[in-house]
């Protein structure tokens, strides 16, 4: 489904769908974000702004796509109809694939408890969940995703500004009993990657390294998005820089055409 070209490239979406103009900084991660500089450039809008004319693009497009949705869906400033009606359209588009990225964890919690379509499979098999992470300050974000109802959670490390304990637990069975709810709360998928873009801030090889070691010691994939060697940003595999231990795995939600 995804081009190989693509994920050498450190992109593991395909289209962006733009449900939402503008956003507004939330923590230390939201310090150069692009998008965020975009709007404020361009002027696009001056305040949070739904896009219902937006809404049914994935329904027009036939071609089996992993859509990214950018900016934050759960924004305080959107209201529960406007995501009630993209998650809808995820439901309908089931040849699709939807990353839904917040910071607002928390309210993507309260807000997916209290969204389930009749007549429908829930959690959406074709969506995937996911919360970014910039230090371990915000871990807590970790744990309102574990809590999330989602099919397919994801967990971005980017840009990592610190060391991170991740709370993965093994997505293999293991001898330790589990059941409902406390069973099914995993973290799926993890992508990791320094800040890019100019002013970017410093990232680690060792914050990395270890990310990559806690996802092998779980089972989990895990995408590394770039790295920052000797203070250069490093993104394709093909660049002999690249490590032999930085993967570019991918959930298996997510199909590499051949
Ligand atoms: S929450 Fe995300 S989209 Fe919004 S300002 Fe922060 S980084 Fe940008």
């Known amino acids: 489904m995804i081009d190989p070209r693509r ?43 739904p896009r219902p004319d937006r809404l ?8 089996p796509t992993v859509y990214a949705i950018w900016d934050d869906l759960f924004h305080d400033a959107v209201p529960f109809e406007f995501i009630r ?33 009749k007549d429908c499979a829930w959690p959406l098999p074709n969506v995937i969940v996911g919360t970014s992470v910039e230090t371990y300050d915000y871990a807590w974000r970790i744990d309102e995703l574990l809590a999330c109802d989602a099919a397919c959670r ?22 330790e009993f589990e059941f409902g709810d406390a069973a099914r709360a995993r973290i799926d998928w993890v992508a990791v990657g320094p800040e890019t873009g100019s002013g970017r801030r410093p990232c680690k090889r060792q914050w ?27 993104v394709s595999m093909d660049d002999p820089r690249w490590p032999t231990w930085a993967p570019r795995e991918l959930p298996g939600l997510i199909e590499v055409t051949t």
Do not use: N
């Open 7 to 49: 994920l050498a490239r450190g992109l593991y979406w395909e289209r962006a769908w733009s449900l939402v103009e503008r956003c507004t900084r939330v923590s230390d991660g939201c310090k150069h974000c692009w998008a965020q500089a975009g709007h404020d450039r361009w002027k696009r809008a001056d305040k949070v702004m």
């Open 56 to 63: 049914e693009q994935p329904l027009r497009r036939r071609k």
């Open 85 to 117: 009606g993209a998650f809808a359209v995820m439901s309908l588009a089931e040849r699709h694939r939807f990353i839904v990225l917040t910071k607002r964890s928390k309210r993507a919690r309260i807000i997916l408890a209290d969204i389930h379509f």
């Open 154 to 175: 994801m967990l971005s490390l980017e840009p990592l500004l610190g060391p991170i304990e991740c709370h993965l637990k093994p997505l293999k069975p293991t001898r």
């Open 208 to 234: 990395i390294e270890d990310i990559v070691g806690q996802c092998r010691d779980a089972g989990v994939p895990c995408y590394v998005k770039a790295l920052d060697i000797d203070g250069k940003l490093v």
